[in-house]
Nanobody
């Protein structure tokens, strides 16, 4: 069973940047699609970005396209989310997750989840 641990969240001003990391342990995730989701207070968890096992294919929610970049380093068993030009509406708990499907943008398609990291963007 894989364990996923997110890090890199914090408080940032609007227009700033953060880089989230998702470190996997227990086994390799190099054969799996990985995704980032977020959940704002009082709202449902929503898809943010996904990346194929090789990193050769990425896809994004329209709300973050052009601002966020997902990447992975299979040698380090880690997935990243570079977030630029952050907006107050990006404030949420960010989760990484693993799936065998590609593409996959629904919460129900992912099997393993991390505990999340808080991102707060002040105006």
């Amino acid at each position: 069973q894989v364990q996923l641990v997110e890090s890199g969240g914090g408080l940032v001003q609007a227009g700033g940047s953060l880089r989230l990391s998702c470190a996997a342990s227990g086994r390799t995730v190099s054969s799996y699609t990985m995704g980032w989701f977020r959940q704002a207070a009082g709202k449902e968890r929503e898809f943010v970005a996904g990346i194929s096992w090789s990193g050769g294919r990425t896809y994004y929610a329209d709300s973050v396209k052009g601002r966020f970049t997902i990447s992975r380093d299979n040698a380090k068993n880690t997935v990243y989310l570079q977030m630029n030009s952050l907006k107050p509406e990006d404030t949420a708990v960010y989760y990484c997750a693993e799936t065998r499907r590609m593409p996959a943008m629904e919460v129900s398609e992912y099997q393993y989840w991390g505990q999340g990291t808080q991102v707060t963007v002040s105006s």
